[in-house]
C-alpha cells in the first residue's frame, strides 16, 4: 500500500503539466498567438516607416522671364517718338528707351508630400529701363521701375519621383511701378509727364510649370523648369489717381502674365 501511495505522489511531477480541459488550453494557445501578432505587427511598423515617410522639399532658384506690358510697352514707344523728334529738332543725340521684355527672378517654395504634394511658395523679379542726355541746356530723363512680387499654394504631382515635375500655383501678387521725368514741352501730342510717382496695386494669379531634375547628391537634385505665368492688374494707383502713362484719360491695366525659364535645386528631407 506504501509503494502504491508513493507512486500516485511522484508520477504527477514527473509529467507535464496538462490542462485540465480543452477550453483552457486552447486559451493558452490564444494567448501565445496574441502575442507573437503583437511582435510582428511592431516589427512590421519599424520596419515600414521608411516607406511611409513623407518628404518635406524645398527648392529655390533663378528664373528668366519674358512680359511685355502693353501700357509700358505703349509709354516707351510714344515717350521714344518724342526723343527722336527732340534728336532732330535740337541736333541731340538721347538714347531710345528699351522695352521692358524681361529680367531675372527668384523662386522659393516648400512642399509636402510625395508623389502628390502641397505646399507654399513666393516669386519675385524686377525689371527697369529709362534714358537720359540733354538737348543743350535741357536735361532729358526717363526711368521707370518695375517690382513684383507673390504669394502662392504651389500643388504638384510627380508621375517619375524625385525626376519629373508637373506644378500648378494659385495665389495673390503685388506691383510696384517708379517714375521718374524731366522732359521738356514739345509741340507733339504727346510728352511724358514731368515728375515723380510711385504706382502700386496687386491682384490674383495663376501658375502652371513643367520640371525635369537631375540628382546631384542623395536627397539633393536640380531641375531645369519651364512654366507660365497669368497675372493681369487691372489697375496701379499712387494715392487716389490712377496710373495712365499715355495720357488717354483711362487707368492703364498692367499685364506681367508671360513665360518663364529657370533652374531649381531641391532638396528633400524625410519626416
Known amino acids: 500500500m506504501k509503494r502504491k501511495t508513493l507512486g500516485r505522489k511522484v508520477f504527477p511531477l514527473l509529467l507535464p503539466a496538462l490542462p485540465p480541459t480543452w477550453e483552457e488550453g486552447a486559451r493558452r494557445v490564444g494567448e501565445r498567438v496574441w502575442v507573437r501578432g503583437k511582435g510582428t505587427a511592431l516589427a512590421l511598423l519599424l520596419f515600414s516607416l521608411p516607406v511611409w515617410a513623407i518628404p518635406l522639399g524645398v527648392e529655390s532658384g533663378v528664373h528668366f522671364f519674358r512680359t511685355y506690358p502693353p501700357a509700358i510697352s505703349s509709354f516707351i514707344q510714344l515717350t521714344n517718338q518724342a526723343i527722336l523728334y527732340g534728336n532732330s529738332t535740337f541736333f541731340g543725340d538721347i538714347p531710345l528707351i528699351p522695352l521692358m521684355s524681361g529680367g531675372i527672378g527668384v523662386r522659393v517654395a516648400e512642399t509636402l508630400g510625395e508623389p502628390f504634394a502641397l505646399g507654399l511658395g513666393f516669386s519675385l523679379f524686377g525689371m527697369e529701363t529709362g534714358t537720359s542726355g540733354a538737348w543743350g541746356a535741357q536735361e532729358v530723363a526717363v526711368n521707370l521701375g518695375l517690382s513684383y512680387a507673390d504669394l502662392h499654394l504651389l500643388i504638384h504631382f510627380s508621375p517619375l519621383p524625385g525626376l519629373l515635375f508637373l506644378g500648378a500655383s ?34 490674383f494669379i495663376a501658375a502652371a510649370f513643367l520640371r525635369a531634375a537631375w540628382p546631384i547628391l542623395p536627397n539633393l537634385s536640380l531641375g531645369l523648369e519651364g512654366g507660365f505665368r497669368f497675372a493681369l492688374f487691372p489697375g496701379l494707383f499712387s494715392g487716389d489717381i490712377p496710373m495712365d502713362l499715355n495720357r488717354d484719360g483711362r487707368p492703364d491695366p498692367l499685364d506681367l502674365s508671360g513665360f518663364w525659364l529657370g533652374l531649381t535645386l531641391r532638396v528633400e528631407f524625410p519626416l
Open 170 to 203: 494659385l495665389g495673390f501678387a503685388w506691383a510696384t511701378l517708379s517714375y521718374a521725368a524731366e522732359f521738356p514741352d514739345l509741340p507733339l501730342s504727346f510728352v511724358p509727364t514731368r515728375g515723380e510717382a510711385i504706382f502700386s496695386g496687386r491682384t
